[in-house]
């Protein structure tokens, strides 16, 4: 409680006073951040004028001259002055699930639910348990079960009729997933101290960089046959899993040491000189502080290679764009591909969206403790 | 003396080309405190870091504890569970609370049970009067704090031996006081201790022997009173009129 004296103290010393005031107001908002220079005008202005030119005519063409119904006449009836919705009313089942049995949509609609289910639990760093892995081993199994059939009265489906947004959930995931471990191995390999395990990553490394994805694919698809010890268990399917999933470890590689590198060395002696081993340092020092530092650029190789399954197609693969383009084979709605694309590229943009705003979220959860200054008091 | 704890016989290390240790003979005995002082780029860092193996010499032996340091593995963990080591960066583990950061060797190197590590932990950082903030990360704590915590943490492996290597020299004026208090403490029980510094209070009030380096060769070693009152070489006298208040 503070003394009359205390207080006149205070304020003799000049104690802690709040900040002026800021003049309040969506004026004085609009003349700080709107019209604070000639410049700022002149971009406010613009802006403001392309808006007022674009929207309009966006709006009109996507919503209010569009026509919703699967109705062929009615769409040839706009003349493209405005959107029709009714391709995609018509083909959505084809493009969201590709070639999979028409009567059977439900199945590769639940396991992508359960997939999805399973990427928002283990979005919580609190979900970072061992019964993930638990987890994870259900939902693929049950992803499966589901898409393959053959058991439990669910007719088989070969996975050359599997398509659309379910291949390309299971290539992102399956290849990123399986790409981290081997891509933090690749990197710890990189600066190990053992020359020839690190010439070995390095070459492998500088290889698969080098080339492009789709060659990997095409090799994938029909190099693998052929150099792989008979009966592999492994369709083209699988194959192509595998060339993305070793495709992206290098570039993962690069990505974990990129943060392995921003580490101070300290953290290494420290660690050291406390008895830790090699592999308990990398384990419980080094990797938690470095995975940390690469959210942002693994979110990024996340999302191209999200984007990136779409070359599947290549190799006679389904994916959402390519279950597209099995749409646009109808003459009848070929016309109309521009919808198409939007309706795939929204799906895209969202899902990216999502992500991008979780890595956000997870990256100021988890460097709680990089953003604290040491305090000088 | 008593009983050596870390000998040093004919050491000899260079960086490249450089010649950073020439010639090392030093024997450390068990409770003994040294203070190893010198300029800059004279070899003291890299000394003490040769003890834990942080740093390889390449001719001459080092013995700590009876063990020879070897490119044998075994015998560098071995010499790392007796060695405790304490930076001039403090070298937290940012990530890891203040009590993660002690139980962490306690849990994975001597693989104790969880309660008894973190027992241990708090007996340690109640040593060093930091026990208190055991929840906060190393971030949230003033450089004198995080210095102590790294003490406390070293301490936890119950060590023979600490070094320290300039451990107040990153620290703000005011905050020096404290990480020494808790270095004389550590001294008063009779712990074993190597520390670089450019602390000439310290090195007078705590040290049994100071060690005076300069380009890789250890020049002279006396206790305290007669390196400060008497010291026999030019460059030692050199040194101590910069870094002496006058």
């Not at chain 1, 004085?28 to 002149?42: C, I, K």
């Not at chain 1, 308990?280 to 470095?290: D, G, S, Y």
């Not at chain 2, 960086?15 to 068990?30: A, C, M, S």
């Amino acid at each position: 409680m503070p003394t009359p004296a205390g207080a006149a103290g205070h304020s003799e010393l000049g104690g802690p006073r709040l900040p002026p005031e800021r003049p309040g107001g969506a004026w004085a908002w609009a003349r700080r951040n709107l019209f604070a220079s000639a410049w700022s005008t002149l971009a406010t202005v613009g802006a403001v004028s392309a808006a007022a030119l674009v929207l309009p005519a966006t709006v009109r063409w996507t919503l209010l001259d569009a026509v919703w119904r699967p109705d062929y006449q009615a769409c040839r009836a706009l003349d493209y002055r405005g959107a029709c919705w009714g391709m995609v009313a018509e083909k959505h089942r084809l493009i969201l699930f590709g070639r999979f049995p028409n009567a059977e949509h439900w199945r590769p609609l639940v396991a992508t639910l359960l997939v999805v289910l399973a990427l928002l639990v283990s979005g919580h760093p609190r979900a970072w348990r061992r019964w993930l892995l638990g987890l994870w081993a259900t939902v693929a199994a049950a992803f499966f079960v589901l898409m393959r059939g053959g058991v439990l009265g669910l007719s088989p489906v070969g996975s050359e009729q599997w398509g659309g947004f379910p291949l390309t959930v299971l290539l992102t995931l399956a290849g990123v997933g399986a790409s981290i471990p081997l891509g933090v191995g690749l990197a710890l390999a990189r600066r190990s101290g053992l020359p020839l395990l690190r010439a070995g990553a390095r070459l492998y490394i500088e290889l698969v960089r080098g080339v492009p994805l789709i060659t990997v694919l095409f090799v994938a698809t029909f190099v693998f046959p052929l150099v792989l010890p008979q009966g592999m268990p492994l369709d083209a399917l699988g194959r192509i899993v595998l060339a993305i999933t070793l495709f992206q470890a290098a570039y993962m590689a690069e990505v974990v040491r990129g943060g392995l590198q921003a580490l101070p060395r300290g953290q290494l002696e420290a660690a050291e000189s406390l008895g830790l081993g090699w592999w308990q340092t990398q384990r419980k020092v080094i990797l938690p502080q470095a995975l940390v530092l690469v959210i942002p650029s693994f979110v990024n190789s996340l999302l191209s290679t999200f984007m990136d399954t779409s070359l599947v197609t290549v190799v006679s693969m389904y994916d959402l764009t390519g279950a597209l383009r099995l749409a646009l084979g109808d003459a009848q709605w070929r016309n109309f591909f521009i919808e198409g694309y939007l309706f795939v590229g929204t799906i895209y943009l969202v899902c990216c969206f999502g992500l991008s705003r979780y890595s956000h979220w997870l990256e100021a959860r988890l460097g709680r403790w990089a953003r604290q200054e040491p305090s000088r008091a | 003396m008593s009983e050596p704890i870390i000998t040093f016989r004919g050491v000899n290390k260079w960086f490249g080309k450089f010649h950073v240790l020439r010639d090392i003979d030093l024997v450390v005995g068990k409770g003994e405190r040294i203070v190893v002082c010198g300029p800059s780029g004279s070899g003291k860092s890299t000394l003490i870091r040769c003890v834990n193996r942080l740093e390889e010499h390449q001719e001459g032996t080092i013995v700590v504890d009876g063990v020879e340091l070897t490119e044998d593995l075994r015998s560098v963990e071995t010499v790392r569970r007796e060695v405790g080591m304490v930076f001039q960066q403090f070298n937290l583990f940012p990530h890891l609370t203040v009590l993660e950061n002690v139980t962490l060797a306690l849990l994975h190197v001597l693989e104790l049970p969880h309660a008894e590590a973190e027992a241990r932990a708090r007996q340690q950082l109640e040593r060093v009067h930091i026990g208190d903030q055991a929840r906060k990360y190393p971030g949230q704590l003033s450089g004198g704090q995080q210095q102590r915590v790294a003490i406390a943490r070293a301490l936890a492996m119950q060590p023979r031996v600490m070094l320290f290597d300039e451990p107040t020299s990153a620290l703000d004026p005011e905050m020096v006081k404290e990480v020494l208090d808790a270095m004389l403490e550590l001294a008063q029980g009779g712990m074993t201790m190597v520390v670089v510094t450019h602390e000439m209070g310290f090195a007078r009030s705590v040290a049994d022997r100071v060690v005076f380096m300069d380009q890789g060769r250890i020049l002279e070693q006396a206790p305290p009173a007669e390196f400060f009152a008497t010291p026999r070489q030019d460059r030692t006298r050199d040194f101590l009129a910069k870094v002496l208040p006058r």
